[in-house]
C-alpha cells in the first residue's frame, strides 16, 4: 500500500512539482497511491475522481424532501487511519428540482431561484462567491483543474505525523500501530484487547469495475452532475470528495418508517480527552464478533430521554418569562447590561444542551425554530447561522479511526445528536434514515469497552476533528506555498513599508506554518515585474526582470518558489536588501494586474497563498483603474461606486480559486485606490483584506506597529489549505444564500483555496417544508481541508435546536447580536446591488416589521410606547449603531476605500468582533478596582462595568476606555483626578497630555493604577486578531469627533439620536 519511501504513492518525477493533474487511478491500484499521466483539461479533470479512490456518495438530502435511495454497488475500501486536527466541511441546501422558492421576505431580496437539483452546478465556475445565491456563469480563461502535488506521509509504523495545532493542555496525536500479517493466529477468547477493535482487510475482493466506480462518484455527496453549458454532463470531483469517506454500512438500510424521534438527541456522557488512540488488538483481517466474548455481547443500555421528556422540559425554564417580558423602550432607558451581552441559551433539555456546540463557533438567529415558513414570515425575523468554523480552541478533540461514520443517504458524520435505535443501528438527525453501526464503531477505545457506540468521543463532542483518508483528496495534500508579491513603486518606497514588511517576515520565517516542504517565492513590480532566482548555489539573490507586461511570462520557473530551509541564507539575503534596492527609484506607475497575473501562473501548479501588498491606484497593465472618488459626492446616500469598475480581478480570482490559490490584500494608501474594484481579488479566492489608511513610517508611526503586531498574527496563525466547507441542516430547512469570501462551487459547496482561524461566515435559511412532528432540528457544518503539515482533515461542527409553533416562543428565542450580524451581512449586498439609501431603509424596516408584529400578534394588551420583548430589547439600538457605521453612514467623513473596507469586514468577521466594530463597549478606568476582577495567568484583570455610549455616561472628572474593536480611545475628563494622570499616563497634570497623544501601549510604570490599566487593556486586545491603536484625547483633542461619532445614543449632524430614532420607530409600528 506504500512505497517503500514512505511517501505512500508512486511519483512520477520525484522531487518536482509538475503542472500535470493526477489522472483517476487505474482500477486496481491499491487506495493510497497516486500515478501521474499527461494534462488534463476541464471536462476530464471534472471527471476525475481522485486518486485511489472508491466512491460512493448519495445525494444529499437534507433539503430535498424524501432521502434519495443511492444506486450501484457500495466496494469498501479501509481508508489508513486518520490522525489529526481537521476543518469542517459544511453543506448547504437549495432548492429541489421544480421546487418553488421561499417567499422573500423584506431580508431575503435579491434571491436568485435556483432551479438547479441539489449538489449540481450549470458551469464549473457558474456561482459568485461572497454571495451564495446563483449568479450568472462567469466565461474565464485558464485551467480550472487542481493540479498534481506532492505529500510526504508517514509510512504504516513510522512515526506519527504531529498536529502543529494541538494547544497545550491537550493530548497528543494518535500513533497508529504497525500493519501485522493478514492472518495470524485467532486470538484467544477473553475481554476486548486493549487498543481497538480489528480492522478488515485493506484490500477489495476483485477489481472494482471502472464503469461501478464512476457511477458511484456521481452519487457520493449528491447529485455530482450537471448539464454544462454545451449540454454535455460535467462531474463535479469537489462535490464527490467532501461527501467521501468509508460507507457506514455494507447494505442500503430502509428509511425510517416515521419521522417521529424515538429518543430525542444524545444524553449525558463522560467528558473526554481530547484525542484516543485507536489501534487494531489483533489482525487487522478479522471482524471482531461478539462470539469473542464468553459472557456474549454486552447488552445496549442507551438512557431514553423521551419526547414527552423534551417537551415538558420546554416550558418550565425560568428563561421563558423573562425571554417575553414586555420591555417598553421609551422609558426604560438603561437597558443595556453592564457585562458583555452572551448568546441565549437554546431552551433543551439541559442534558441536551451541555453536548451542543459553543455559541462562539456556531449560532443561529432564532434558538427556538419556527415550525413552518408562515410562522417565520409572521415573526418577521431573519432566519440564518453565523459560524466561525476555524476558530483557534484550546481543547479540540482529535479522533483518529479507521472509519469516519456517516450518514448514507445525506451524508451527515454521526454526532451528539443521532439516535441509537440499539446496539446496531442509528438514526441520522438529519434526514432520519436509519444506518447500520459499523463493527468497528462498536469498540470504544476511551473506555476500551466493547458494544457502547453512544460513548464513543464521535457522539460525545459536538465538535471534533478527523483526520481523512485518502477518499477525501483530489490529489496528494499540497505543500504549504508561500509567494509574497511587493509594490516598489516610487509611492510604496515613500511610505516605508518595505523595510517594516520585510524585517517582521525576517524576525517570523521559522514560524510560518510548515514543515519540510514549505516553499516560498517573491515578486516586487512597478511599470515592471521583477522575479527573484533563489537557486541553490547562488551567493546572492538574482533579480530577473519582465518588461512585458501584456503578455507576462515566468522566467526560469522552477527556481523561483525554493524550499524555505534549504534556501534560507538566499531568502534572508534577499529580506535584508530588498528595502534598499529601490529607495532611487522614480517609476511611479503601478502594474498591479500584471504582477498577480504573474504570480498566479507561478503558483497555480502546487496552490498556496499569494500576499500582495499595494500603495496606490494600478494604472498600467490589465486591471488598470482610474480614480472614481468625487469628495464632494461622498454626502449622497447613491454611493454610485461600490460596485468594481472591473471584473478582471474577480476572474483572476475564481482563476485562483480553482487552482487553489487564495489571495490576501494589504493595501496602505492615503489615496484613493478603488477597494471596490481590488477587494475582488480575496474576496473571491476565500482571501483577507487589510487596510492601513495614510500608511507612512514618519508622519504616522503609530500605522508601523499596528502592521508588524497583525502581520505577525497573518504570517503565524494556522492556515488550512485546498479546503471546501458544506452546511447540513434537518430536512425541511434549507439554506438559500451564504455571506463571505469564497467561491461558490455547486450550488452548496463553498471553496476555500485557504481558510483561516479569523474568517467568519453566515448564511441565510428559509423553512422550505413544515417540520411537523419534529422536536428539535440539527444543523452541522464540515469543513475539509490540508493542514500546513500535509494531514487532510475534518472538522465538525454541530448545533441542535428546538422547534416551536407559536410566535411568541419564536421571539422567546430570538438572538439578537446573531440577527444584527445577519441583517448587516444582507444590508452590504443591498448597498452594493442596489443602493446604499436602500439598504438603510431595510435596516430600519426590519425594526419596525418585528416589533409590530410582536405588537399585534403576541402582546394580549396594547401598551402605549414603544414594546419589545425582552430577547429584541436592543434590536433598535444595534439597527441604530449600524446605521452609524461607517458601511452604513451618510455624510461627507466618510472616504469611499474606508467604506468599503468596513463592509469587507463585515462580510469576514466573526460576530464577536462584528458587534464590537458595530456597537463598541465603554468604560470607566480611572477608579479600576480588583472586586469581580478576573485571574488569568497570576495577572489579575479588571472588570469595570459597562456603560450606555452617551456623553451624558462622562464625567468631567473621569477618564474613559472606548473599545471600539479595531481602535481605542482614552478620555481623559478636564478634572480628572491627579494621581490617575500621574500613575498611568506618567505626566504631572492634565496640560501636560499632548493634544495627539497617540501610543501603542501606555507608559510602563510600577504603580497600582498603572498596572491594573495596562492589564485591562492589553486583555482586551488579545482576545482579537488585529491590534487596537489607543488614541488618548481630551477635550480639545482634533480626535474628539472620531470618539463622539462612536457614541452611538446621541445625535450627530447626519444621524438621529437613540431616543429620536425610537419615537421614529413608534410613529411607524403605531401606524
Not at 12 to 36: C, F, L, R, T, V
Not at 702 to 707: I, P, S
Not at 894 to 910: A, G, H, W, Y
Amino acid at each position: 500500500m506504500h512505497s517503500p519511501d514512505g511517501q505512500g504513492y508512486s511519483p512520477s518525477a520525484p522531487g518536482s512539482y509538475s503542472h500535470q493533474a493526477p489522472a483517476k487511478a487505474p482500477p486496481h491500484q491499491s487506495a493510497g497511491q497516486y500515478n501521474y499521466s499527461g494534462s488534463q483539461n476541464v471536462s476530464q479533470l471534472n471527471n476525475y475522481q481522485g486518486p485511489g479512490q472508491t466512491l460512493n456518495r448519495p445525494p444529499v438530502s437534507a433539503f430535498s424532501g424524501s432521502p434519495v435511495q443511492q444506486t450501484g454497488p457500495v466496494p469498501q475500501v479501509l481508508p489508513p487511519p486518520a490522525l489529526q486536527n481537521s476543518a469542517a466541511i459544511s453543506s448547504a441546501g437549495s432548492f429541489p428540482p421544480g421546487a418553488n422558492p421561499p417567499v422573500l421576505s423584506n431580508w431575503q431580496y435579491g434571491q436568485t431561484p435556483v432551479s438547479q437539483p441539489v449538489g449540481s452546478q450549470t458551469s464549473h465556475l457558474a456561482h459568485g462567491a461572497g454571495t451564495g445565491s446563483a449568479q450568472p456563469p462567469s466565461s474565464l480563461s485558464g485551467n480550472t483543474n487542481p493540479p498534481g502535488s506532492y505529500q510526504y506521509a508517514a509510512s504504516p509504523g513510522g512515526p506519527p505525523l504531529h498536529n502543529s495545532y494541538m494547544k497545550p493542555g491537550s493530548a497528543p496525536p494518535p500513533v497508529t500501530q504497525p500493519l501485522t500479517p493478514l492472518h495470524p493466529p485467532r486470538p484467544p477468547l477473553g475481554p476486548p484487547p486493549v487498543g481497538g477493535p480489528p480492522r478488515p482487510p485493506t484490500a477489495v475482493a476483485g477489481p472494482p469495475n471502472p464503469q461501478s466506480l464512476l457511477n458511484s462518484a456521481a452519487n457520493r455527496e449528491g447529485d455530482a452532475t450537471s448539464a454544462a453549458s454545451d449540454g454535455s454532463v460535467v462531474q463535479n470531483s469537489y462535490d464527490a470528495i467532501e461527501g467521501g469517506g468509508l460507507m457506514a454500512t455494507p447494505h442500503p438500510s430502509p428509511a425510517a418508517p416515521n419521522l417521529k424521534m424515538s429518543r430525542s438527541v444524545g444524553y449525558s456522557y463522560p467528558a473526554l480527552p481530547p484525542g484516543y488512540q485507536h489501534s487494531s488488538p489483533g489482525a487487522p483481517g478479522i471482524h471482531a464478533s461478539p462470539l469473542q466474548y464468553p459472557d456474549g455481547a454486552k447488552h445496549f443500555h442507551q438512557p431514553a430521554l423521551g419526547t414527552n421528556h423534551l417537551t415538558a422540559s420546554m416550558g418550565g425554564l425560568s428563561l421563558q418569562q423573562e425571554g417575553l417580558r414586555p420591555v417598553n423602550l421609551l422609558q426604560e432607558r438603561n437597558i443595556l447590561p453592564t457585562t458583555l451581552l452572551k448568546a441565549p441559551v437554546p431552551n433543551l433539555h439541559e442534558d441536551i444542551q451541555k453536548l451542543n456546540c459553543n455559541p462562539e463557533l456556531f449560532r443561529c438567529t432564532l434558538t427556538n425554530i419556527p415550525q413552518t415558513q408562515a410562522l417565520l414570515n409572521k415573526a418577521k425575523l431573519p432566519l440564518g447561522l453565523l459560524l466561525h468554523p476555524f476558530k483557534d480552541l484550546s481543547q479540540l478533540p482529535v479522533v483518529t479511526s479507521s472509519i469516519i461514520v456517516r450518514c448514507r443517504s445525506c451524508r451527515t458524520y454521526i454526532n451528539p445528536f443521532v439516535s441509537f435505535l440499539d446496539q446496531r443501528r442509528w438514526k441520522c438527525n438529519l434526514c432520519y434514515r436509519v444506518n447500520d453501526v459499523p463493527e468497528e464503531f462498536l469498540y470504544n477505545p476511551v473506555t476500551r469497552v466493547y458494544g457502547e457506540p453512544h460513548k464513543r468521543p464521535e457522539v460525545q463532542n459536538a465538535t471534533i476533528e478527523f483526520m481523512a483518508p485518502s477518499e477525501y483528496m483530489l490529489r496528494p495534500p499540497q505543500p504549504p506555498v508561500y509567494l509574497f508579491v511587493f509594490d516598489v513603486s516610487h509611492n510604496a518606497i515613500e511610505t516605508g513599508y518595505l523595510s517594516t514588511v520585510c524585517q517582521t517576515l525576517l524576525d517570523n520565517l521559522d514560524l510560518l506554518p510548515g514543515n519540510t516542504r514549505t516553499k516560498i517565492g517573491f515578486i516586487t513590480f512597478d511599470s515592471t515585474i521583477h522575479f527573484y532566482s533563489l537557486q541553490e548555489g547562488l551567493s546572492q539573490p538574482q533579480m530577473l526582470i519582465v518588461s512585458d507586461i501584456e503578455d507576462v511570462f515566468i522566467p526560469m520557473p522552477e527556481n523561483l518558489l525554493v524550499n524555505l530551509n534549504e534556501n534560507k541564507e538566499l531568502i534572508q539575503d534577499l529580506l535584508k536588501t530588498l528595502p534598499q534596492m529601490f529607495t532611487k527609484s522614480l517609476e511611479t506607475q503601478s502594474a498591479l494586474g500584471p504582477a498577480l497575473q504573474a504570480a498566479f501562473k507561478l503558483m497555480s501548479p502546487t496552490g498556496g497563498r499569494i500576499t500582495v501588498f499595494q500603495t496606490q491606484l494600478p494604472s498600467v497593465g490589465m486591471g488598470a483603474l482610474k480614480s472614481r472618488e468625487e469628495p464632494n459626492q461622498r454626502a449622497t446616500a447613491k454611493d454610485i461606486h461600490l460596485t468594481p469598475s472591473t471584473d478582471f480581478y474577480k476572474k483572476l480570482a475564481l482563476d485562483c480559486s480553482g487552482q487553489q490559490v487564495a489571495v490576501d490584500l494589504f493595501l496602505l494608501s492615503g489615496q484613493y485606490s478603488d477597494l471596490a474594484s481590488l477587494g475582488c481579488i480575496s474576496r473571491y479566492s476565500a482571501g483577507s483584506v487589510y487596510y492601513y489608511q495614510s500608511y507612512h513610517h514618519k508622519h504616522n508611526p503609530v500605522q508601523v506597529e499596528k502592521l508588524q503586531k497583525e502581520l505577525k498574527r497573518y504570517l503565524t496563525r494556522k492556515i488550512g489549505f485546498e479546503a471546501v466547507m458544506r452546511i447540513r441542516c434537518t430536512k425541511g430547512l434549507s439554506i438559500h444564500t451564504f455571506h463571505g469570501n469564497f467561491f461558490v462551487r455547486s450550488t452548496d459547496l463553498l471553496s476555500l483555496p485557504n481558510v483561516n482561524p479569523d474568517a467568519g461566515y453566515a448564511v441565510q435559511m428559509s423553512v422550505e417544508e413544515s417540520l411537523t412532528d419534529m422536536q428539535v432540528v440539527s444543523f452541522q457544518s464540515a469543513l475539509l481541508y490540508t493542514s500546513s503539515k500535509g494531514e487532510r482533515r475534518i472538522r465538525v461542527h454541530t448545533m441542535c435546536l428546538p422547534v416551536v409553533t407559536t410566535l411568541s416562543d419564536v421571539y422567546l428565542g430570538a438572538d439578537v447580536q446573531a440577527i444584527t450580524g445577519l441583517l448587516a451581512n444582507m444590508a452590504v449586498d443591498r448597498s452594493v446591488s442596489a443602493t446604499l439609501s436602500d439598504a438603510r431603509d431595510a435596516l430600519v424596516n426590519a425594526v419596525i416589521d418585528s416589533l409590530s408584529a410582536y405588537r399585534s400578534s403576541v402582546l394580549s394588551i396594547q401598551q402605549p410606547g414603544l414594546t419589545a420583548p425582552h430577547s429584541l430589547r436592543l434590536f433598535p439600538l444595534y439597527i441604530l449603531a449600524l446605521l452609524k457605521q461607517k458601511a452604513f453612514q451618510t455624510g461627507t467623513n466618510t472616504r469611499l476605500d474606508e467604506r468599503i473596507f468596513t463592509m469587507c469586514q463585515v462580510k469576514n468577521q466573526p460576530l464577536i468582533y462584528l458587534m464590537l466594530m458595530t456597537h463598541p463597549s465603554l468604560y470607566r478606568v480611572d477608579n479600576l478596582t480588583d472586586e469581580g476582577a478576573l485571574n488569568i495567568n497570576d495577572r489579575t484583570i479588571p472588570q469595570p462595568p459597562l456603560l450606555q455610549l452617551s456623553v451624558e455616561k462622562l464625567s468631567r472628572d473621569g477618564a474613559y476606555l472606548m473599545d471600539a474593536g479595531s481602535v481605542m480611545f482614552l478620555w481623559i475628563g478636564k478634572t480628572c483626578g491627579q494621581s490617575f494622570i500621574n500613575q498611568v499616563l506618567g505626566v504631572p497634570n492634565y496640560g501636560s497630555i499632548p493634544q495627539n497623544m497617540v501610543c501603542t501601549h501606555l507608559p510602563e510604570l510600577e504603580t497600582a493604577e498603572s498596572i491594573r490599566t495596562r492589564a485591562f487593556i492589553s486583555w482586551l486586545r488579545e482576545q482579537r486578531p488585529f491590534f487596537p491603536i489607543l488614541y488618548i484625547i481630551k477635550d480639545e483633542s482634533p480626535l474628539k469627533s472620531s470618539f463622539l461619532q462612536n457614541m452611538i445614543e446621541d445625535r450627530t449632524e447626519s444621524a438621529l439620536s437613540y431616543y429620536e430614532f425610537l419615537l421614529h420607530i413608534q410613529q411607524q409600528v403605531n401606524k
